[in-house]
């Protein structure tokens, strides 16, 4: 696979005028909202592996594909779907790394009250094999703690190569930790949700209410790790704005924080980023390299799926700085 510049911080980003490059349709399983996608590149196209639901809000996770990157044609039918006991009530918030010929892919399982993260794996993004939750008994909202019964942990973003013949996976909506793993299967957290994460909430930032790990993390071109992660603050009518921030991270020590940006580098500022069915969400799973630039690609206001892009040489000093 192609691989392009990464550096520290990553971007500027524009958000595509054509946003939103995929929106509900029909009357079925994905009628009410599409958003929140992976994305991967296969044979020269942009795979999107998107979650998507009608009004009742059980998530299925959907396929599409564009030769462009900014235009993507849907499959007709879900690829993963409810079908276990840990996800009967919603298949959610994919991310996606391809390792050795295979795609293994983490999701949200959702049951009741419970969101539980889960790894699913396929060699043709089509047919895919659930390996159940990864992590059954954490909650990955502490310490803080957060308004929801028993065990937590969403949001799953496996390093593609390994470090010291292990791979590393940053997981956690509330906080952000990580896990390590031999075989890709089985993981093991690095230290249990009764000790300190590598990153939490910070009051008096755009991190204020929760951290959530974004996109598979990547290696920069000087040998450091790239995490790109959600942040969220939450306002006292229970209002949230969700934003996007970068960590960089020294593999000598891949569990501590080497450096991070102290403000998003993308946030809502069109309509449908500010409208839908939770508003004032930009949230980002899917960045690829592809046609010479960056691709992130996120969910808007849980509802609607855009696509913001970076082509090297672009500077920050042309961009107005967010939130100005």
């Not at 010929?101 to 049951?111: E, R």
Request: glycine share 10%.
């Amino acid at each position: 696979m192609t691989r392009g510049p990464v550096t520290f911080p990553l971007g500027p980003f524009t958000p595509f005028e054509g946003n939103p490059i995929l929106s509900p349709e029909g009357d079925g399983w994905q009628s009410g909202s599409v958003y929140n996608p992976a994305a991967i590149v296969v044979d020269d196209r942009v795979a999107l592996l998107y979650r998507a639901h009608a009004v009742d809000i059980v998530s299925h996770v959907g396929l599409a594909w564009s030769d462009d990157g900014f235009t993507f044609k849907r499959e007709a039918d879900p690829v993963i779907s409810p079908s276990e006991d840990y996800d009967r009530d919603g298949c959610e918030d994919p991310r996606v790394t391809e390792i050795g010929g295979t795609y293994y892919l983490t999701y949200s399982g959702f049951a009741q009250q419970h969101s539980l993260l889960c790894l699913a794996t396929s060699t043709d993004l089509r047919t895919w094999t659930k390996h159940g939750p990864l992590f059954p008994d954490f909650d990955t909202f502490q310490p803080q703690g957060g308004d929801h019964p028993g065990p937590w942990s969403k949001a799953g973003g496996i390093l593609p190569v390994p470090l010291d013949g292990r791979y590393v996976m940053y997981f956690g909506e509330g906080s952000i930790w990580a896990a390590t793993s031999e075989d890709l299967l089985h993981w093991t957290p690095v230290t249990p949700d009764s000790e300190p994460p590598i990153m939490a909430p910070r009051p008096g930032t755009f991190t204020e209410f929760l951290v959530e790990v974004g996109p598979p993390p990547l290696v920069t071109d000087d040998g450091l790790i790239l995490l790109v992660h959600n942040a969220a603050v939450r306002y006292e009518d229970g209002a949230v704005r969700y934003t996007a921030g970068q960590l960089l991270i020294h593999p000598d020590r891949p569990f501590e924080i080497f450096a991070e940006l102290t403000r998003p580098w993308i946030e809502p500022t069109t309509f449908e980023d500010r409208h839908g069915l939770v508003s004032n969400v930009t949230f980002v799973e899917g960045l690829v390299w592809f046609g010479g630039e960056w691709l992130a690609y996120y969910g808007q206001s849980d509802s609607t799926l855009g696509v913001a892009s970076f082509r090297p040489g672009a500077t920050w000093s042309t961009h107005t700085a967010l939130g100005d």
